[in-house]
């Protein structure tokens, strides 16, 4: 199969474009489309056999569920039940936008959405293409990232091209998405609410407004259904051996990679650093292959680097990639957890 692809405005996207993909939607095709957090792979929610192809091109195991798009709020009861007040306050505040919120599914929805699972996860995306096909399709969209599973999540159509190239029927090519790590999401259904996987949507900016959540810290082992993507304890990886280095101090883990980095370079591998500007001069007389992540105070720009920058050293032929904690503050939060996933070994 050859997957057709097609320029569109990330602002304005050109209706004609938009309907022959809504038409892909509807005759049970997959889509890849630009999000605000990363590429989605899209597919009618409600047919079965559509969502079944998401899960055999990304070769994505059943038990991990996808996320339910939705053009609007009005849309969430045609797939959850029980919507609740505390939903409808979030959604007010947080869509459309980078929060997923886990809900009690209605029968419709097929179960592989969910995993067999009795909740689904849902969002509205706040990207104008992602809108655009949603509400041009007429139907929920499930769509997990548009990547191979396991694998850095894409945050541009090359590396959408890259992993799924002549699986897929269409992709929209919307340019590079502008947040760069997936949604939060909250599950709602227990109380008090719990964070399942930090993202987008900082989790203090949500305990401001509903107080108290309870953050899932521990991974699930693979085989167990999930409540939510991203879960895994191995995700979002490189092709190379990724180390985070950690400390007290941003001091403490850049003096941990430097000595790494030499023991690396000794034993002849081709070392690949993902660092902030600030940290660059600290390693520039050594032979390594350096990603800048921006500035190390604007976590929305290491955010948005973070997964081209593993795909940029796996293209470099790097064997092994190393970087550091950014702490836990706002978007750090999410960092983190994305480079603990991808990581074969933290030290």
Partial sequence: MMTIVIKVDPNQPEPD?????????????????????????GANALDESAVRRIFEVK????????????????????VAIDVSDLTRKLAKLFWPGPLTLIQWKRNEVPSMVTSGLPTLAARVPAHPVALALLKASGVPIAAPSANLFGRASPTTSRHVLNDLGSRIEMLLDGGPTTIGVESTVLDITTHPPTLLRPGGVPLEAL?????????????????????SPGMLSKHYAPRAEL???TGKSPHEALRKMRHLV????????????????????????????????????ILETIAYSLYAGLRALDDQDVDIILTRDFGDAGLGLAIRDRLKRAASRVV
């Fill in 207 to 227: 305990e401001e407004v509903i107080g108290a959540i309870i953050v899932q810290e521990h991974s699930i082992p693979a085989g167990v259904s999930l409540r």
């Fill in 243 to 245: 180390v985070l280095c």
């Fill in 262 to 297: 030499e023991k690396y370079l000794d034993q002849g591998l081709r070392v690949g650093l993902l660092l902030v500007e600030e940290d660059c001069s600290r390693f520039e007389e050594l032979d390594v292959v350096i990603y800048p992540l921006g500035q190390e105070m």
């Fill in 59 to 78: 070769d994505r195991p059943e038990f991990d569920p996808l996320i339910i798009h939705l053009a609007g709020i009005e849309q969430l009861e045609s």
């Fill in 17 to 41: 474009s938009i309907n022959r993909a809504a038409e892909v939607i509807k005759r049970g095709g997959l889509v890849a489309f630009p999000t605000e957090t990363v590429y989605g792979l």
